[in-house]
């Protein structure tokens, strides 16, 4: 089975912190994707990577950045925490030739900034 | 404007019964797919099933089905013989080629199946 997995379940930051969000896969996925997900509102695509060293700007990037240094693993970063970013953070993992069988996520993680 | 809409924020069903979530979609790209994801109270998106733009019949995987209506522009989930198990939250999903790789969800919509 693919694994799409995230380093924290749960994570509580204060104001100000810089904060690092991993994910890795192991079935050598070209693209990853990182969402945020809040109550009414679904997924929100916040950035996203079809190959190494590559990214692109999702729907929501404000206030995030990312880096894709190994094909396996995607990292969000938060350059400085803000309460507003309190969310649900889901890191997915897929392959360009099988767009029919969705994408693989991993468990998520549920950020609290204080 | 929304690209998915899922006007049930919240359902009930009878276990063993069959249970209907609605998705509308707004989209001008001949190409698409839309896809049902089930999230449980775990946390992690657990794909569905599977619809392209270009299917002539309905997606159906086990007790899912999709009833796809292109012309009204809505592709609903039909589970059949609801279980405990299917209570979660379920998202519509849909991915344009003209969007690329990438997916646009739903709000969601939150199943409860009552034993």
């Known amino acids: 089975d693919v694994k799409v997995t995230q380093s924290s379940r749960y994570l509580v930051k204060r104001t100000g912190e810089k904060v690092f969000l991993e994910c890795v896969q192991d079935?050598?996925?070209?693209?990853m994707f990182w969402y945020r997900q809040d109550p009414g509102l679904g997924l929100r695509l916040i950035y996203f990577?079809?190959?190494?060293?590559?990214?692109e700007k999702g729907d929501i990037p404000e206030g995030y950045s990312v880096s894709r240094e190994k094909k396996e693993r995607f990292s969000l970063i938060l350059e400085s925490a803000s309460t507003n970013q309190t969310s649900m953070y889901l890191c997915?993992?897929?392959?360009?030739?099988?767009?029919?069988?969705?994408?693989?996520f991993g468990s998520g993680t549920r950020l609290t900034v204080v | 404007a929304q690209k998915i809409t899922q006007t049930q924020p919240g359902m009930f069903v009878q276990e063993k019964e069959a249970v209907t979530l609605d998705c509308t979609y707004d989209t001008s790209d001949p190409s698409y797919g839309l896809f049902w994801y089930k999230q449980p109270s775990s946390g992690e998106m657990i794909f569905l099933i599977y619809?392209?733009?270009?299917?002539?019949q309905n997606a159906t995987e086990g007790r899912y089905s999709l009833n796809f209506q292109k012309a009204r522009k809505s592709a609903n989930l039909v589970i059949s013989a609801s279980q405990l198990g299917d209570s979660a939250m379920y998202f519509c999903?849909?991915?344009?080629?003209?969007?690329?790789?990438?997916?646009?969800f739903g709000p969601g919509t939150r199943l409860s199946v009552l034993p």
């Open positions: 079935m050598d996925h070209e693209n």
């Open positions: 990577s079809y190959d190494v060293k590559m990214k």
């Open positions: 997915a993992s897929g392959t360009r030739d099988r767009a029919a069988y969705g994408y693989t």
């Open positions: 999903a849909m991915r344009e080629r003209s969007y690329g790789q990438n997916f646009v």
């Open positions: 619809q392209g733009s270009y299917d002539q």
